[in-house]
């Protein structure tokens, strides 16, 4: 069974052990730390292992996924101040995808980078997650992003299949409300943790979610086979998109949304109808007005 149709059919079945080992994610996480001055660069290896150990091997859902089946996302930690031997500031960027059917190729769901990285980690620290309490920043922010991963993914397979999962990220915040760390508090800015998940569980941005779910499933993954009906799919679920924007345009969640898709949606309405074509750009041009001229390309392709 394909992994499509398999995981459509898991989300729907409540299974009623845990999987041994279902090891969902093969999650690539790399420590950049040319910016560090100092010696003992070795903790900058211990604790990239140390992460790639507590993402890849353990069990975030209760699910069987082949080796084959593991989501693909990576995490990119560009450390740029070491604060004390135990603490350190930086970025990090996250990024996953997932396969289109009937194709080779993969689509990337989120493509997203937090500016406020801020952990501790004691050399060969072992990393360990509780989901009743905030134990430390670094853990909470792996298993935050985990499950926020996992959301997009399911979502993308079934309508609001990734709720359980943001319900999870969403307690991770909530556990994270005391902590010395940012990133984590609605006041902190209106473009972090807090907001990302918000957005995501809010019913006012609900066609977020919807769209994922028609945008992948009913249009990229049938776009080989029956390619105008798929791109029909795809534009209706865009343009759908208008009134939950117009209720609040500076919500985040159009930003991250169109910051992993919009180079996609170029392409795949390069040789669309002229009809569609301008029914599509008036809308993105309105959701998204920073990409603007990018819009503008899929009106001079096909000429």
């Known amino acids: 069974m394909d992994r ?7 989300i729907f079945i409540s299974l009623s052990f845990r999987a041994l080992s279902a090891q969902e994610l093969n999650c690539m996480i790399s420590v950049v730390s040319q910016q560090v001055q100092g010696s003992n660069r070795d903790i900058y290896d211990n604790l990239q292992k140390a992460m790639m150990e507590f993402v890849n091997n353990q069990n975030w859902t ?26 350190f500031v930086g970025t990090l960027q996250i990024q996953s995808s997932r396969p289109i059917f009937g194709t080779s190729q993969t689509t990337v769901l989120l493509n997203y980078r937090d500016n406020d990285i801020h952990f501790k980690y ?7 997650f509780n989901e009743t309490q905030f134990t430390s920043n670094l853990v909470s922010l792996l298993a935050y992003y985990v499950n926020v991963i996992l959301g997009l993914d399911y979502d993308s397979f079934a309508p609001e299949g990734g709720s359980l999962f943001f319900q999870r ?14 990133g984590w508090k609605a006041f902190e800015g209106t473009k972090n943790r807090y907001w990302l998940i ?21 249009g990229l993954d049938r776009l080989v086979e029956r390619t105008d009906e798929a791109r029909s799919e795809i534009a209706d679920a865009l343009i759908e998109l208008r009134p939950a ?9 159009f930003q991250v949304f169109f910051t992993a898709k ?14 569609e074509k301008n029914r599509v750009i008036s809308a993105l ?12 390309r899929i009106a001079k392709s096909g000429l």
């Open 285 to 296: 041009k309105e959701i998204d007005p920073a990409n603007t001229a990018k819009w503008d």
């Open 262 to 275: 919009s180079d996609e949606i170029i392409n795949i309405f390069s040789e669309s109808f002229p009809d």
């Open 169 to 182: 990220a969403e307690a991770i915040k909530n556990n994270a409300q005391n902590a010395a760390e940012t």
């Open 4 to 10: 499509m149709r398999k995981i459509i059919l898991l």
């Open 62 to 87: 209760d699910h069987i996924f082949k080796d084959e089946e593991r989501i693909q996302c990576q995490l990119m930690f560009n450390i740029s101040d070491r604060v004390s031997d135990n603490e």
């Open 122 to 128: 004691d050399d060969f620290e072992p990393l360990r």
């Open 245 to 253: 924007y117009r209720e609040n345009p500076t919500a985040m969640i």
């Open 198 to 218: 918000e957005n995501l569980l809010n019913d006012k941005y609900r066609a977020v979610r919807s769209c994922l779910y028609r945008y992948h499933r009913m």
